[in-house]
């Protein structure tokens, strides 16, 4: 499958700006999807990335380079609720578009 | 509410036994998955089904095996269970083969 590379712990503030990293390889790419899981919940959907650039959905930002196969998710104005993993996973369509997911990152708000 | 309804939420189960995990979406999605969940790894995909009648094999499909007899159901079959087959199970369903996916709130299976 693809590698998909993310820090494994982040630790920030309430209030503050925490910046996810996510490298990949893949030979057919065809987006890029972050998703965020509370512990002992299911992944929720919280963005989508196919063309370069920054996608903004409230205090939530995802940006993408595909020529570096390189993307982050951008938290802003952290609150206690936005302790939790976050997952980076991307498809393939040299690999019958297979979803493939990173290890994920905890990212743990401290007050 | 429409939605990705997996069943059991969890199950204690003697090695050797055979199981079937039941995944059920009623969004009439194209693409269905089932992922295994394990500590410091993450996702990782055992099987797949871009639309009706069809399945691939993912990362770890070893031990496992599917059916897409319809649109909306997807099992998932241990033939003899084995403790290292001890996971959370997440079932998964999107739209088409390239859209976002969206989860089932997961199985906790325990071989002993």
């Known amino acids: 499958g693809q590698n998909i590379d993310q820090p494994t712990e982040m630790t920030a503030t309430e209030g503050a700006i925490v910046q996810i990293n996510c490298t990949y390889q893949t030979s057919g790419f065809n987006g890029l999807f972050w998703y965020q899981q509370h512990a002992g919940e299911a992944p929720t959907f919280l963005s989508y990335n196919v063309l370069d650039g920054l996608e903004e959905k409230g205090r939530f930002s995802s940006f993408l380079s595909r020529s570096k196969g390189y993307s982050y998710l951008l938290l802003k104005e952290l609150q206690m609720k936005d302790s939790a993993s976050y997952l980076c996973?991307?498809?393939?369509?040299?690999?019958?578009?297979?979803?493939?997911f990173g290890a994920g990152t905890t990212v743990t708000v401290r007050a | 509410i429409a939605g990705i309804t997996q069943a059991p939420t969890s199950q204690i189960l003697a090695a050797g036994r055979r199981m079937t995990l039941r995944c059920t979406q009623d969004?009439?999605?194209?693409?269905m998955y089932w992922y295994r969940q394990d500590l410091g790894l993450g996702l990782r995909l055992i099987h797949y089904?871009?639309?009706?009648?069809?399945?691939g094999k993912g990362e770890v499909p070893d031990g496992y095996s599917v059916s897409r007899a319809n649109t909306d159901d997807f099992p998932l079959t241990l033939a003899s269970a084995v403790p290292s087959q001890t996971s959370v199970y997440f079932c998964?369903?999107?739209?088409?083969?390239?859209?976002?996916?969206?989860f089932g709130q997961g199985t906790r299976l325990t071989v002993v």
């Open positions: 996973a991307v498809r393939d369509r040299s690999n019958d578009y297979k979803l493939s």
């Open positions: 089904s871009n639309t009706a009648g069809t399945t």
């Open positions: 998964a369903s999107s739209r088409d083969r390239d859209t976002e996916a969206f």
């Open positions: 969004m009439r999605h194209n693409a």
